[in-house]
Each structure stands twice: as C-alpha cells, then as structure tokens.
C-alpha cells in the first residue's frame, strides 16, 4: 500500500509552529506580522484563495487586510497601491495575487514590491537570492512541498528528482529547492522527448503541469514519491469516466456535483504504483497558505530584528 502524504496533517503542524512565533513578534514589537493582499478583478477562484488565505491570517492571529481594485485598474494604479504599502511599516508581506487583469503589466507590478516584503518570492532579487543559496523568502508551493518531505522523511540527498512543469511559481523554485537538499534535478516539461521515460528514472517526481491526469502509470518507477502539484477543474462525463472510472465514489461524487477537482497524475496510478504520494484534493493545496503564513511570520521577523537583509554571504555547495 502506497503512503498517502497528508497536506492538512503537515499544514497543522506549520499552523502550530506559527503560533509562539507570532506571540513573540507581538511580544517584542507590540504588534503581529501584517499581510496585505491585493486582489484585482473579480476572479472566482482567486476569491476564493484569497478568501482562504486572510481566513488562515486571521485564525493564527496575524493581521490581514485585502485591497480589492475593480478589473479595470491600470498598472500605473496598482504600482501606487504597492509602493503605499511598500510604506507602511506595519505590513510585512506584500501579495499580489495572481493572474492581474489582461491590460496589466503584471511582471512590473510584482517587481515594484519590496523584496524584503515579498512573501511570494517572485521578486527577481529572491528568485536569485534562492537559486545562490541564500536566505530569503521562497515560494510558497514548492516551499511547503519541501516541508512535506521532511515530515515524512523521505530521503531526496542523491535521489534522482524529476520536476515536470518550469513555471517561475512552482517547476522552477521546487528545481531548485530540491537541488539545495542535494537531489539530482532534472525539470522536464511539454516539450521534453520520451517525457514517460524520464519521469520513469525519478525516485521523486513532481508534477506541475497544469493538465488533468496527464501522468499515468507509464511515467512512474514503482515505489517512486510522487507529488501532484495540479488543480484541474474537469467538467466533462468523459473526462471524468476516464479518470475515476473504477471509483465508483469519485464517479458518484462528481455526478452529484457535475465538476471534479483532478491532479495533474491518474489517481489510481499514483495510489497503485507510488510508494508515497500526495492527494488531490488534500496533499500540496493545504501547504501552500500555510507557507505563506510562514513567510509573513519571517518578514515580521527580519524587520523587528533589522538584520542586515539580503545576506551576501553564501551557503557551501559541493
Ligand atoms: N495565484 C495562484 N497561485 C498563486 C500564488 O501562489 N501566489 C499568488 N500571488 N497568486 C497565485
């Protein structure tokens, strides 16, 4: 039997590290982390994430307030919205919640943040900060997937890890994440020859792709971990007669609501060829927020200590 690796299970050990952390800000400064979150437009899905995220906020007691530009805002807009908040020495974490309205010129709009109150690390001086080994905020998907891993002690120093999928959010950061706990990194994606061939050499494979099911069983060595980044919303009988097709409760969950949430492997190849992997939904998607409750915390930590930030010094590798 495979091991399922439980997002909310990991989430809640996150939660209740985050918690003396957050009475020791208050403690200290007199105040908690503050996080403030633009969410332009009216996006469904990102309401919803970002709904869940200033739930968790406040749950943990961290201060949370969510600006809410029309779909119509200008670039020129939010960039005054950031630099106000770029300003206020009571928010700590600056998140831009994505994707912006199409007239938008988003890349100059997550570059006007602050690093040091960049809790998504998107920021290039981050993204550099991370890949030279250096502290400073990391993304909070491939991040909480780390955490994961070591919950469960699985082993990545000299395992061979495919990541499928080079986004700047998720495939790239988790490339080099996983580089920086020693693993052999390969980042494969749509245009990769024999992609089931590579995937197949992986003792850890992470997909995020962003395509429903599209890694089955051909992609998996047996026993392998395997990480299921996607988030993919079928709605078609097809669709999901394809990939639930010999769970009868997934079928029936899905008539029932006439949508699925789907992964971006086959579920049943995951849970019968994997030695460990996470499910969807109830594996990444929990960590993610939790993360980035994580990320706020160590922004409020950095400004109350006023540590020299960035470190130029870097980690060893060999
Ligand atoms: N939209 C979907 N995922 C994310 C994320 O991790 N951060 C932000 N800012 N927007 C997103």
């Not at 309205?101 to 993204?127: E, I, S, T, W, Y």
């Not at 995020?208 to 078609?236: C, H, L, W, Y």
């Amino acid at each position: 039997m495979a091991l399922v690796l439980d997002g909310v299970r990991v989430r809640e050990a996150i939660k209740g590290e985050c918690r003396p952390r957050i009475a020791r800000l208050i403690e200290r400064i007199g105040r908690p982390p503050g996080l403030a979150v633009i969410l332009a437009g009216s996006n469904p899905a990102s309401q919803v994430y970002v709904g869940s995220k200033t739930r968790t906020a406040a749950e943990l007691g961290i201060y949370s307030e969510t600006l809410t530009p029309p779909e119509s805002v200008t670039t020129d807009e939010l960039l005054a919205m950031v630099a106000a908040l770029n300003a206020r020495t009571e928010i700590d974490g600056i998140l831009i919640q994505l994707p912006l309205p199409a007239q938008v010129d988003a890349a100059r709009v997550l570059m006007a943040v602050d690093p040091a109150k960049d809790v998504d690390g998107f920021h290039p001086l981050n993204v550099g900060l991370l890949s030279t080994g250096r502290p400073g905020p990391r993304p909070c998907t491939p991040a909480g997937i780390i955490r994961m891993l070591k919950h469960y002690e699985i082993p990545m120093a000299g395992r061979r890890a495919v990541v499928v999928g080079r986004s700047d959010i998720v495939g790239k950061p988790m490339a080099m994440l996983l580089l920086a706990e020693n693993a052999t990194v390969t980042i494969a994606h749509s245009r990769t020859a024999d992609l089931a061939g590579v995937c197949r050499e992986a003792d850890l494979l992470v997909a995020a792709i962003g395509r429903a099911a599209m890694v089955t069983k051909e992609f998996i060595q047996p026993g392998a971990t395997v990480v299921d980044v996607g988030m993919n919303r079928i709605t078609s009988a097809e669709e999901a007669a394809r990939v639930f097709g010999q769970d009868p409760a997934r079928m029936a969950q899905f008539e029932a609501k006439g949508s699925a949430l789907v992964g971006d492997v086959d579920p049943r190849a995951m849970a019968e060829v994997a030695g460990a992997y996470t499910p969807v939904p109830g594996g990444v998607g929990p960590l993610t927020i939790a993360m980035l409750m994580v990320n706020t915390i160590e922004s409020c930590e950095r400004a109350a200590s006023q540590t020299n930030w960035p470190q130029m010094n870097t980690d060893k590798h060999g």
